[in-house]
């Protein structure tokens, strides 16, 4: 993973400092979340898209009901499409547009057609709310991968998922990016 380099356009500094800046999320006090992820889980496995839709729109309902923020309305693809918005390289999961507040998501990679694991897929899912939640929630014109906006994702996924959160660690990259330094992140000093 590694964070997009901090905009040159005026105006958008300021914001993405303050989205570099946010590193937690309020969470669900309750286990509901946990829940309709283990019914995207039970989906995935049985292979039917359409429940898989169903379980996603569930999921996406819940956290957007949580923040209080306008739903989003979501796509599960069998496969990657050419067209992807996502300018990142490594995300080949999912997108979000934010004009239409559509989530879409796939469940087989382009290359090798192979089929996204749960975690994978949860993840990506998680990833592109919180897209949503940076343009309805915080207000932000643009919404950049920052270190901010890692953490918050994986706190989300890790909540959803029932798993322990892990304090990630960041290397300085050239230009202003932030790379995760996996090695320290698994031993957690
Ligand atoms: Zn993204």
């Not at 005026?10 to 993405?16: E, I, N, V």
């Not at 090798?112 to 897209?131: D, I, N, P």
Request: with cysteine.
């Amino acid at each position: 993973m590694l964070t997009d380099a901090p905009p040159r356009k005026d105006g958008h500094l300021a914001r993405f400092l303050e989205s570099d800046r946010i590193r937690s999320l309020d969470l669900p006090q309750n286990g509901r979340l946990l829940t309709v992820a283990k019914s995207v889980e039970a989906a995935m496995k049985a292979g039917k898209s359409a429940d898989v839709r169903r379980a996603c729109a569930d999921f996406l309902a819940a956290t957007s009901d949580f923040y209080r923020v306008p739903p989003c309305a979501v796509r599960v693809l069998a496969a990657r499409p050419l067209r992807v918005r996502e300018n990142w390289a490594t995300e080949l999961f999912g997108d979000y547009n934010p004009e239409t507040m559509l989530i879409r998501v796939w469940m087989r990679t382009a290359v090798r057609k192979q089929v996204t694991s749960f975690g994978t897929f949860l993840s990506t899912l998680c990833h592109e709310f919180c897209h949503h939640l940076d343009y309805q929630e915080f207000g932000f014109r643009d919404s950049w991968h920052t270190r901010g906006f890692y953490e918050r994702s994986a706190a989300l996924y890790h909540h959803a998922r029932g798993t322990p959160t892990k304090r990630l660690f960041w290397v300085a990259m050239p230009g202003g990016r932030w790379r995760i330094d996996w090695p320290r992140t698994s031993r957690g000093i």
